[in-house]
């Protein structure tokens, strides 16, 4: 299996930026195609951001698109969310997510795809 563990949220005013990070251990990284899904209170865990095997493909949300950037380092074994003008709306425990055995390019955006989950970051968003 595949352990992750996601850093880097926080406490943050509206407009800032931060920049989560999935540090992943247990396969070959470049065999997973890698996701953030976040949870907001009181609401179902959704979608956020997906990337390919390679790094590639991306997809992102609506709600995120032009502000949160996805990205990989298969060298270090991590993936990335920059999430750049943050509103209060982001605010939600961001989790990061494995798929194994896929194609290179595929890019994942269902939770039933993924395999494997980390424990999640808390990420909060004043105005």
């Known amino acids: 299996q595949v352990q992750l563990v996601e850093s880097g949220g926080g406490l943050v005013q509206a407009g800032d930026s931060l920049r989560l990070s999935c540090a992943a251990s247990?396969?070959?990284?470049?065999?997973?195609?890698m996701g953030w899904f976040r949870q907001a209170p009181g609401k179902e865990r959704n979608f956020v951001a997906t990337?390919?095997?390679?790094?590639?493909?991306?997809y992102y949300a609506d709600s995120v698109k032009g502000r949160f950037t996805i990205s990989r380092d298969n060298a270090k074994n991590a993936v990335y969310l920059q999430m750049n003008s943050l509103k209060p709306e982001d605010t939600a425990i961001y989790y990061c997510a494995a798929v194994l055995d896929v194609g290179l390019g595929y890019v994942p955006i269902f939770q039933d795809e993924y395999h494997c989950w980390g424990q999640g970051t808390q990420v909060t968003v004043s105005s």
């Open positions: 990337i390919s095997r390679s790094g590639g493909n991306t």
């Open positions: 247990g396969r070959t990284f470049s065999g997973l195609a």
